[in-house]
C-alpha cells in the first residue's frame, strides 16, 4: 500500500529564461521562490519524451534479448543499452509509432507485438525528460536504418539470462535500461 502523500509545495517563478537551446534539448534558468520564502535558482533541462523497447524474442537455447552497443560521447564509453530514442522532427508521433520506429532503426527489428509498460522520468531532478517503456515480441529481422550519429553502433542477440548475469556483473551501466527492464520484470511481462 502507497503511504498518503503530503501536498505538493508551491514555488513560486520570479523569473525564468532560456540559456542554451539547440533541436533537442534547451536549458531554462528559474528564479524561485521557495514555499519556505527564501528565492533560489533553479536549472532546468528540457528535452522532449523518449521511449525504450525491450525486444524478447525467442531462441533455440531460451528467451533472448537484443541490446545495442554505443559511443556516448558526454562520458567517453561504449554503454550496453536497450533500444532506445526520441523524434525531434515528429512531435506528434505516438510513443508507439517511435518505439516501433527506434526498434527498427537502431536494430533492424520488427515486432509484431508493442506492449506499453508505463512511464519513467530521466534525471527529475534537473530534468523534465519522459520516456515510456516498452516490450516489443514477435520479432522479425530486417536492415538497420541508423541516423549519422549512430554509424559506430552495433546489434546484438544475448540469452535473457546472460542479460541478467551482463546486470549483475555491472555491465549494463545505462541507467534507461536498468530501470526499463525493471519494470517489465516487476509487471511480469517478462
Same mark, same amino acid.
Given at each position: 500500500? &502507497?503511504?498518503?502523500?503530503?501536498?505538493?509545495?508551491?514555488?513560486? =517563478?520570479?523569473?525564468?529564461?532560456?540559456?542554451?537551446?539547440?533541436?533537442?534539448?534547451?536549458?531554462?534558468?528559474?528564479?524561485?521562490?521557495?514555499?519556505?520564502?527564501?528565492?533560489?535558482?533553479?536549472?532546468? =533541462?528540457?528535452?522532449?519524451?523518449?521511449?525504450?523497447?525491450?525486444?524478447?524474442?525467442?531462441?533455440?537455447?531460451?528467451?533472448?534479448?537484443?541490446? =545495442?552497443?554505443?559511443?556516448?560521447?558526454?562520458?567517453?564509453?561504449?554503454?550496453?543499452?536497450?533500444?532506445?530514442?526520441?523524434?525531434?522532427?515528429?512531435?506528434?508521433? &505516438?510513443?508507439?509509432?517511435?518505439?516501433?520506429?527506434?526498434?527498427?532503426?537502431?536494430?533492424?527489428?520488427?515486432?509484431?507485438?508493442?506492449?506499453?509498460?508505463?512511464?519513467?522520468?530521466?534525471?527529475?531532478?534537473?530534468?523534465?525528460?519522459?520516456?515510456?517503456?516498452?516490450?516489443?515480441?514477435?520479432?522479425?529481422?530486417?536492415?538497420?536504418?541508423?541516423?549519422?550519429?549512430?554509424?559506430?553502433?552495433?546489434?546484438?542477440?544475448?540469452?535473457?539470462?546472460?542479460?541478467?548475469?551482463?546486470?549483475?556483473?555491472?555491465?549494463?551501466?545505462?541507467?534507461?535500461?536498468?530501470?526499463?527492464?525493471?519494470?517489465?520484470?516487476?509487471?511480469?511481462?517478462?
Amino acid at each position: 500500500m &502507497t503511504p498518503k502523500e503530503p501536498p505538493l509545495p508551491h514555488y513560486e =517563478v520570479i523569473s525564468t529564461r532560456t540559456a542554451y537551446q539547440n533541436r533537442w534539448t534547451a536549458v531554462r534558468e528559474d528564479i524561485i521562490r521557495r514555499p519556505d520564502g527564501k528565492d533560489g535558482l533553479y536549472g532546468v =533541462v528540457e528535452r522532449g519524451e523518449f521511449v525504450v523497447v525491450l525486444p524478447l524474442g525467442e531462441g533455440s537455447a531460451g528467451p533472448t534479448v537484443t541490446l =545495442v552497443r554505443q559511443y556516448r560521447y558526454p562520458i567517453h564509453e561504449r554503454l550496453w543499452e536497450l533500444p532506445m530514442g526520441m523524434w525531434e522532427s515528429r512531435p506528434d508521433a &505516438t510513443p508507439e509509432e517511435v518505439a516501433a520506429g527506434e526498434l527498427r532503426e537502431e536494430t533492424g527489428l520488427l515486432a509484431d507485438r508493442l506492449v506499453y509498460a508505463g512511464h519513467m522520468f530521466q534525471g527529475a531532478g534537473y530534468s523534465n525528460q519522459k520516456g515510456h517503456v516498452f516490450l516489443a515480441s514477435g520479432l522479425t529481422q530486417g536492415p538497420t536504418d541508423r541516423e549519422s550519429t549512430e554509424d559506430d553502433m552495433t546489434c546484438h542477440t544475448v540469452l535473457l539470462a546472460d542479460f541478467e548475469a551482463m546486470i549483475a556483473r555491472n555491465d549494463i551501466t545505462c541507467m534507461v535500461t536498468l530501470a526499463a527492464f525493471t519494470m517489465l520484470r516487476a509487471r511480469g511481462l517478462i
